[in-house]
């Protein structure tokens, strides 16, 4: 079982910046891929970005070159920087983890874009 706990979400201006972070329960060693999620009102959720263990990074156009994921083994949390927030960014951002076979998912944390 996988634990995950979002941080880092809140208001922000369009242009502005905040990062989320992700952490797990266990070390993220085990953890194959770790990626972002978003779902806006009324849409369905959608992948934003992912990291496999190895480094491999793959994004969503709408959030390429803005969006950078990472992930730290040492403190098994993972990150996503997000710069140059567009107000079509305004969503719940969830954190996901495969891990033997399994996906989990974190609770999700409010990013609002608004001037």
């Known amino acids: 079982q996988v634990q995950l706990v979002e941080s880092g979400g809140g208001l922000a201006q369009p242009g502005g910046s905040l990062r989320l972070s992700c952490a797990a329960s266990?070390?993220?060693?085990?953890?194959?891929?770790m990626g972002w999620y978003r779902q806006a009102p009324g849409k369905q959720r959608e992948a934003v970005a992912t990291?496999?263990?190895?480094?491999?990074?793959t994004y969503a156009n709408s959030v390429k070159g803005r969006f950078t994921i990472s992930r730290d083994n040492a403190v098994n949390t993972a990150y996503l920087q997000m710069n140059s927030l567009k107000p079509e960014d305004t969503a719940v951002y969830y954190c996901t983890a495969w891990r033997t076979g399994n996906n989990y998912w974190g609770q999700g944390t409010q990013v609002t874009v608004s001037s």
């Open positions: 266990v070390s993220i060693r085990s953890i194959s891929v």
């Open positions: 990291v496999t263990n190895g480094g491999t990074t």
